[in-house]
């Protein structure tokens, strides 16, 4: 369960840094980077937060995670969860923020 | 090492849930009211909320009474539980739930515009937001600053009265000393002091926020303040592998605990929290695992419903469904107990504190998962709390100017942490960390011994625990980021101590799982229906009991 960085995308603007609940994002030379992925509680602030896709979220192989993750789109009230494997997208769900779950 | 002096009328140390709202309640009721914010991370994703949450578990709901509230919160409790502190926390659950939709927060409504609960003391939202919503309406007070990366690692004292704090920031590397007329400890509970379900690359893949490591705990012990309940642990049934909600099953989709022969075992073992745990680990250890909550039949609408419910409080679980191809309504999801964790938000784990949640310090009082007596919190539970605790603050205040601190008191501060900072060699936090959750796992009742302990593998604990202590001095510390995290272990470390006595002290099994003492395998309610509480006092922990009625100081 952690997050992965791509140093290409990132454009330096730091906004992952500040939602980060454990304080485990730092600002490079390349661009933002987290410092120890092993520490991450997989909160997905940091998705939810990059405007440039640069941020992908993963489960560990320790609990059974494979190729496959996750980003977010943001758009508007809506959240748009992109979901990623070894063959390209997979699939998309979307999360009207302005109505309340279900359950 | 740089350092900082700061003045301040009301002190909050933790802007989490209860931090947040005790500041916004300062700035409303006294709107002059200097206030500093201090916390670890930054406030608008720190704390539970960081992922959200799904509902608002603590309600009362149409045609009930806080009345109601408390005796259920009592009930779960098996009876530890303070009643008093308890209805002046549901006395204000839903004056505090309008405010939060007044802030912006998304509760479901039916067509009257009556909110829509689920089941009798919970409300439908949609929480994914709540954190920055919070954090949103914090960021706009005129009097409050928040001081945003900056650990806090004691209190500041003057004989019994908390007269500020001091910690470390990481940005600049300065020790900032904060003196203040009053102060709020609203630091959370423990999580990563038993070793976690999976102690590999996801080890943070936990329930409780992995970030809040029990610094209020540690320091109220160090200062001598009275603690109340810490053998009321607290371990939560989840979703296997991602540690995912399972309420949301159980109460959103009517998904029932089943054994691997298909038998609803929920009923066999009671539905108390604690008991909930109890079943499925009974079961599995009688051979009758894996357990699992049956979604198996729910619509495909339903488990839909459900992906989108995750991605809002716990995502991790969502893409586990997506990447292994399947779904709710096909698969039963498996379910598993977590590491215990103390926190006073579900247990009555914390400070001993009166009805004002003011502690047995002077001038300091505790809100949310750091206060004790008081289970069943929740989200808004802690936000009451903030509130509370904030109105006594504000009321405590003399209108004089904070104390100054001593140049001799920075003086030793500074020449301790940089004596810190020049250890090279030596034990490095995380090895600190891994022996200390090893320890409390084999002989304090962790998940590899079935959540059990006796007398005796608690000494060894105590034993084990007095040793990594020993080693916390010349543990390795090359920069302001691991100062911050051995001093996280050396904070758990410390309430292991205080957990271990209060196991200890309790001679009965009260709460299976939660404090399952084979040394003493019944309840007894002829000698334990009092409160466990405990005060450290010249080098001992020394075990005070109090009866269930009495309220401190």
Redesign the interface.
């Known amino acids: 369960?952690?997050i992965r960085i791509d140093a290409k995308k990132c454009v330096r603007c730091g906004k992952c840094?500040?939602?980060?609940?454990?304080?485990l994002i730092s600002m490079g030379i390349d661009g933002s980077r987290i410092?120890r992925?092993?520490?991450?509680?997989?909160?997905?602030?940091c998705l939810k937060e990059c405007a440039f896709g640069a941020i992908s979220?993963?489960?560990?192989?320790?609990?059974?995670?494979?190729d496959?993750?996750?980003q977010v789109k943001k758009d508007g009230r809506c959240?748009h969860?992109i979901?990623y494997?070894s063959s390209g997208q997979?699939?998309t769900?979307t999360?009207d923020?302005?109505?309340?779950?279900?359950? | 090492m740089k350092t900082e002096r700061l003045k301040t009328d009301i002190l909050i140390i933790g802007g989490g849930t209860a931090g947040c709202f005790a500041a916004l309640t300062v700035a409303r009721k006294s709107p002059q009211t200097r206030v500093i914010i201090a916390e670890k991370a930054n406030i608008r994703r720190s704390g539970c909320l960081a992922a959200g949450v799904n509902a608002l578990n603590a309600y009362i709901t149409k045609g009930k009474t806080p009345e109601y509230y408390v005796d259920y919160a009592v009930r779960d409790a098996h009876g530890i539980a303070d009643r008093k502190l308890l209805l002046t926390m549901s006395e204000q659950l839903n004056e505090v739930t309008a405010e939060l939709e007044r802030l912006g927060l998304v509760i479901l409504k039916d067509e009257n515009g009556e909110y829509v609960s689920r089941g009798d003391r919970n409300i439908k939202i949609n929480g994914e937001n709540i954190k920055p919503i919070l954090s949103d309406a914090v960021q706009n007070l005129p009097n409050v600053t928040v001081i945003n990366r900056l650990n806090i690692i004691d209190y500041i004292t003057n004989g019994n009265r908390v007269i500020g704090a001091y910690g470390n920031r990481t940005d600049d590397e300065a020790l900032v000393f904060i003196s203040a007329g009053a102060t709020i400890i609203a630091t959370g509970g423990a999580a990563g002091i038993y070793k976690p379900n999976h102690p590999g690359f996801s080890r943070h893949k936990m329930w409780y926020c992995p970030f809040n490591t029990g610094a209020g705990y540690a320091m109220g012990i160090r200062a001598g303040a009275e603690m109340t309940t810490f053998e009321m642990r607290f371990i939560a049934l989840r979703c296997k592998d991602t540690i995912a909600p399972t309420g949301t099953l159980a109460q959103g989709v009517g998904a029932r605990q089943v054994n691997s022969l298909g038998e609803v075992y929920e009923d066999k073992y009671g539905l108390t929290t604690s008991q909930r745990i109890w079943g499925t680990t009974a079961e599995n250890k009688a051979g009758r695992g894996p357990c699992c909550l049956a979604t198996k039949g729910i619509t495909s609408e339903q488990a839909e419903d459900l992906e989108r419910a995750y991605l809002n409080m716990a995502p991790s679980q969502t893409l586990r469904w997506v990447a292994q191809k399947k779904s709710a309504d096909k698969e039963n999801v498996e379910i598993e107990g977590t590491e215990p964790y103390i926190v006073g938000g579900h247990t009555a784990s914390g400070y001993f504190v009166d009805v004002n949640r003011k502690t047995t310090l002077e001038s300091l009082f505790a809100a949310g998962d750091v206060a004790g007596g008081c289970p069943q919190k929740y989200v808004t539970g802690a936000l009451a709390e903030g509130k509370i605790a904030a109105l006594s603050a504000v009321e405590s205040l003399d209108g004089a100017e904070a104390a100054d601190i001593s140049d001799e008191f920075v003086s030793v501060a500074r020449a301790e942490a940089e004596g810190f900072l020049k250890n090279r060699g030596g034990i490095t936090p995380d090895e600190l960390e891994e022996h200390m959750q090893e320890v409390m796992d084999r002989y304090a009742g962790g998940i590899g011994s079935d959540y059990a302990f006796t007398d005796e593998s608690l000494d060894i604990a105590r034993e084990k625990i007095e040793e990594l202590i020993l080693r916390v001095s010349g543990a390795v510390c090359r920069d302001m980021r691991e100062f911050t995290r051995l001093h996280e272990v050396k904070e758990r470390l410390t309430v292991c101590l205080t957990l271990i006595a209060h196991l200890k002290a309790r001679k009965e099994t009260r709460w299976h799982c939660f404090a399952e003492n084979r040394s003493y395998p019944d309840k007894d309610d002829e000698n334990f229906l009092k409160f466990v509480n405990s005060r450290y006092e010249s080098g001992e922990i020394k075990i005070l009991y109090r009866p269930l009625e009495e309220m401190n100081v």
């Open positions: 369960m952690s840094l500040d939602v980060c609940p454990g304080d410092l992925p092993e520490d991450c509680w997989g909160c997905a602030s979220f993963f489960l560990g192989k320790d609990i059974g995670g494979d496959t993750y996750m959240l969860w979901f494997d997979v699939r769900i999360v923020q302005s109505s309340s779950n279900k359950y």
